[in-house]
């Protein structure tokens, strides 16, 4: 619940933000396109506000037949990435491989996507200087690899460390949802060229290692 939470209220809020900071920006020059981040603002906070009802419904005892529409996919992560894009951050989506008939599991689709959502909500909220992102997917026979990465440097990056609480818990859920399927993720800078990487490991369906 906590990690749902967070990522929902963390992921949108920032989007909101990127994009009334371009509005305003964009007001001075091209009311056009101050109306344009108006209205992306109305969808995204719409959308937020659908996600927690759903998921708070499902808590409440007393509703039963609350809504329980599924969670997001991989079919869903072109929608996200424009989203970002349309908070101010250029992002670029890689594929390699495909997937097979043994595809991911719903469950494992949902760590995916949302370790996606959260490292490209960090760079948004911390990364400083011109910055860009790059998402790479690559399926193998037995594994799917998510690698995020940014080019983002600045003071701001020091968010993102594990000695900062409040940062350490996105790091800590995305961890967490990779453990459940027996995954693992590394969260660090770039160890040659400024900037910041998110690698994930995820077992395919049914493999065992």
Same mark, same amino acid.
């Given at each position: 619940?906590?990690?749902?939470?967070?990522?929902?209220?963390?992921?949108?809020?920032?989007?909101?933000?990127?994009?009334?900071?371009?509005?305003?920006?964009?007001?001075?020059?091209?009311?056009?396109?101050?109306?344009? !981040?108006?209205?992306?603002?109305?969808?995204?906070?719409?959308?937020?506000?659908?996600?927690?009802? +759903?998921?708070?419904?499902?808590?409440?005892?007393?509703?039963?037949?609350?809504? +329980?529409?599924?969670?997001?996919?991989?079919?869903?992560?072109?929608?996200?990435?424009?989203?970002?894009?349309?908070?101010?951050?250029?992002?670029?989506?890689?594929?390699?491989?495909?997937?097979?008939?043994?595809?991911?599991?719903?469950?494992?689709? /949902?760590?995916?996507?949302?370790?996606?959502?959260?490292?490209?909500?960090?760079?948004?909220?911390? !990364?400083?200087?011109?910055?860009? !992102?790059?998402?790479?997917?690559?399926?193998?026979?037995?594994?799917?690899?998510?690698?995020?990465?940014?080019?983002?440097?600045?003071?701001?990056?020091?968010?993102?460390?594990?000695?900062?609480?409040?940062?350490?818990?996105?790091?800590?859920?995305?961890?967490?949802?990779?453990? /459940?399927?027996?995954?693992?993720?590394?969260?660090?800078?770039?160890?040659?060229?400024?900037?910041?990487?998110?690698?994930?490991?995820?077992?395919?369906?049914?493999?065992?290692?």
């Amino acid at each position: 619940i906590a990690r749902e939470m967070h990522d929902i209220i963390g992921h949108n809020l920032s989007v909101i933000t990127g994009l009334a900071d371009g509005g305003a920006y964009a007001a001075r020059k091209n009311p056009e396109r101050a109306g344009q !981040a108006l209205d992306a603002i109305g969808t995204t906070s719409r959308q937020a506000l659908s996600e927690l009802r +759903r998921l708070l419904g499902v808590l409440r005892d007393d509703h039963p037949d609350a809504e +329980r529409t599924p969670q997001p996919t991989l079919d869903e992560l072109t929608p996200l990435i424009e989203r970002v894009r349309r908070a101010g951050l250029p992002v670029d989506l890689e594929l390699h491989g495909e997937p097979t008939a043994r595809s991911l599991t719903p469950g494992r689709q /949902l760590t995916v996507y949302r370790v996606i959502q959260e490292a490209l909500t960090n760079t948004l909220k911390h !990364a400083t200087g011109p910055t860009s !992102a790059t998402v790479t997917l690559t399926y193998s026979r037995t594994h799917l690899d998510a690698r995020i990465t940014d080019t983002g440097t600045g003071a701001g990056r020091a968010a993102e460390t594990e000695e900062a609480p409040l940062a350490a818990q996105g790091i800590m859920g995305m961890r967490e949802r990779a453990a /459940l399927y027996d995954g693992s993720l590394e969260a660090g800078p770039l160890p040659e060229h400024p900037g910041w990487q998110v690698q994930l490991r995820l077992p395919l369906e049914d493999t065992h290692q």
